[in-house]
Nanobody, 123 residues
Framework: VQLQAFGGGLVQAGGSLRLSCAAS????????MGWFRQAPGKERVPVAA????????YYADSVKGRFTISRDNAKNTMSLQMNDLKPEDTAVYYC?????????????????WGQGTLVTVSS
């Protein structure tokens, strides 16, 4: 499986952005896809994830109610709609896919990572 993320950019606080992640290759082996982010000078942290078959969604507390993760099985894409963005959401966002059933927050549960896409939220 290969992943390509896109959709980052610069937005003012309170604004919205939509990130997308396109998957190609052996997508039938995917169990879950997720988004992680890494702010400058900080460790990478989980943001949200979605189970590929059932669509079950998972969110970090920091983004609940503001971000929505979705997937389109037919197009092999995953999206992250980000609303009410805050300066603390500024980070490089990475999409990931995995075939295992570890806790969704665990990075080692994801086998493939896309390149990051930068989201900058100005105050």
């Amino acid at each position: 499986v290969q992943l390509q993320a896109f959709g980052g950019g610069l937005v003012q606080a309170g604004g919205s952005l939509r990130l997308s992640c396109a998957a190609s290759g052996r997508t039938f082996s995917m169990y879950r896809m997720g988004w992680f982010r890494q702010a400058p000078g900080k460790e990478r942290v989980p943001v949200a994830a979605i189970t590929w078959s059932s669509g079950t969604q998972y969110y970090a507390d920091s983004v609940k109610g503001r971000f929505t993760i979705s997937r389109d099985n037919a197009k092999n894409t995953m999206s992250l709609q980000m609303n009410d963005l805050k300066p603390e959401d500024t980070a490089v966002y990475y999409c990931a896919a995995g075939s295992s059933r570890y806790r969704w927050q665990q990075e080692f549960g994801y086998d493939v990572w896309g390149q990051g896409t930068l989201v900058t939220v100005s105050s």
